[in-house]
């Protein structure tokens, strides 16, 4: 990718891979202990009409931080600058007891 490219041109997975990610990793996280990418969260809520049972939509979020081992400390969800941040707030509601970051 060149280095000319403007951000407003940039993807998701180009804002990720050139700031978000870098930035993470700055700020002393751990890749492998504690950074999980691409990152499905929950199996999706139980649904259960009469004897028939089924899953909901799974939650997904780009980065998911824990303080420890099965501690999740941080959501953190990238867009490109084609969405607002008050539209990733509302597609992407926190887990609870995590703070939920949006960074565009």
Request: proline share 5%; net charge positive; aromatic share 8%.
């Amino acid at each position: 990718m060149s280095e000319l490219m403007k951000k407003q041109e940039m993807t998701e997975e180009d804002i990720k891979l050139q700031y978000i990610t870098l930035a993470i990793e700055g700020a002393g996280w751990d890749k492998l202990k504690q950074i999980k990418m691409e990152y499905n969260f929950t199996d999706g809520r139980v649904i259960v009409r009469g004897n028939v049972t089924a899953r909901g939509k799974r939650k997904h979020t780009d980065y998911l931080l824990y303080y420890k081992p099965n501690i999740p400390l941080a959501i953190v969800e990238a867009k490109d600058n084609k969405h607002s941040i008050h539209n990733a707030i509302i597609s992407h509601p926190a887990v609870p007891g995590t703070f939920c970051a949006v960074l565009p």
